[in-house]
């Protein structure tokens, strides 16, 4: 099944890239591309099939240090990854709103994790995405 759950995004954020890969080709997910952006970092981005809705792009800050984002396949795996962080610990620490989107991130001991739902003006259609790593690394977002 293509859908990633709590566990799956703490094994992205411990591992290194080419394990990740492996697991996420695994999981059913297929090669989409790769870039570099303007500050030297290379992001990999995988996808369930052509038309997807569900997506993981892996950020590597260093040979260590992945940040996970994940589009979740639906509201209701959405829905799942954001009821285990609230029954593991995780403390809110912000939430910002938009008129395209709304945002809460929390922070455990070890993960940093940022949940959004977005909706694009003129669209019914919501979307949802998460970013997810360890705390110990930093990241430019």
Same mark, same amino acid.
């Given at each position: *099944?293509?859908? @990633? /759950? ?13 394990? #990740?890969? +492996?697991? &996420? ?32 792009? *892996?950020?590597? @800050? /260093? ?13 209701? #795996?959405? +829905?799942? &990854? ?27 001991k070890e993960y940093f994790i940022k949940l959004c739902e977005v909706q694009f003006p003129g669209s019914t259609e919501k979307s949802h995405n998460i970013t997810f790593y360890r705390k110990d690394i930093s990241s430019n977002n």
């Amino acid at each position: *099944m293509a859908q @990633l /759950n709590y566990k799956d995004l703490t094994f992205l954020a411990n591992n290194k890239i080419d394990k #990740n890969i +492996e697991y &996420i080709k695994h999981k059913g997910y297929v090669f989409r591309q790769e870039k570099t952006t303007g500050d030297g970092t290379k992001q990999v981005y995988y996808e369930k099939g052509k038309l997807s809705r569900t997506m993981v792009v *892996m950020r590597i @800050l /260093n040979n260590l240090s992945v940040v996970i984002s994940y589009v979740p396949e639906d509201q209701n #795996n959405f +829905e799942n &990854i954001q009821n285990e962080i609230n029954k593991t610990g995780f403390n809110l620490i912000d939430s910002t709103s938009s008129d395209r989107d709304s945002c809460s991130s929390y922070q455990s001991k070890e993960y940093f994790i940022k949940l959004c739902e977005v909706q694009f003006p003129g669209s019914t259609e919501k979307s949802h995405n998460i970013t997810f790593y360890r705390k110990d690394i930093s990241s430019n977002n």
